[in-house]
């Protein structure tokens, strides 16, 4: 499995080799840097540790993290990551050289705040009549029986928080790789906003 850590910068839209326009979402994907090696007689699992993004001040970092960074002679990184891929040391780079044009990959984001939504814009419902006069438009409507069981079940799809969630959107492809300006262009949307950070994987 490859991945690396970008930011979602947005979208544009790009003309293949037919002249069709395809939508695409921006990321840029900065080089990180192996920080720790996890091993089995260790840690008891293998994976390696990588740090993204060197553009947080020293003095918001804690004493133990700038005392780990240290130890493996890196910069401080503001973001950390761990992967199960093997074969890397401390200090080397993780860099979108592994991926190219028309690979799939998988990308994961925190879906964008929605705050405190109702049942219709939540979860879909259908709502009540439109006519005037109606009285139930956007309401939930029942909830649930009465006497028996004298409770609402749990996971009722109700109006509540929405938003802020993990998201993983499977088999986007690749629409282009612009190494040298550290940005790799994916076809369709992606999760989060502006400047949120995704993590994309490559299944090997």
């Not at 007689?41 to 994976?47: C, F, I, N, S, V």
């Not at 910069?75 to 028309?102: C, M």
């Not at 409507?141 to 109700?158: D, L």
């Not at 300006?181 to 950070?197: H, M, R, T």
């Amino acid at each position: 499995m490859t991945s690396i850590v970008g930011r979602k910068l947005g979208m544009t839209q790009i003309f293949d080799e037919s002249g069709r326009a395809v939508p695409v979402t921006v990321i840029e994907a900065r080089p990180g840097t192996v920080v720790e090696v996890k091993t089995m007689e260790k840690h008891g699992y293998e994976a390696i540790k990588v740090g993204f993004f060197e553009d947080k001040k020293e003095k918001h970092y804690t004493k133990p993290e700038l005392g780990m960074f240290k130890k493996s002679g890196v910069e401080p990184q503001r973001l950390l990551r761990e992967f199960a891929v093997g074969d890397k040391a401390v200090g080397d780079k993780i860099t979108l050289e592994s991926f190219a044009a028309g690979d799939n990959v998988n990308v994961i984001g925190t879906s964008k705040g929605k705050g405190f939504q109702g049942g219709m814009k939540r979860h879909n419902f259908k709502g009540g009549p439109g006519g005037h006069g109606s009285m139930f438009n956007r309401a939930p409507g029942s909830i649930g029986s009465s006497a028996t069981p004298s409770r609402v079940f749990k996971g009722k799809r109700m109006p509540g928080h929405m938003g802020t969630d993990r998201v993983t959107v499977k088999n986007l492809k690749v629409a282009d790789v612009r190494a040298e300006q550290n940005l790799i262009l994916i076809e369709g949307a992606v999760p989060g906003g502006k400047n949120s950070v995704v993590e994309i994987r490559k299944e090997n």
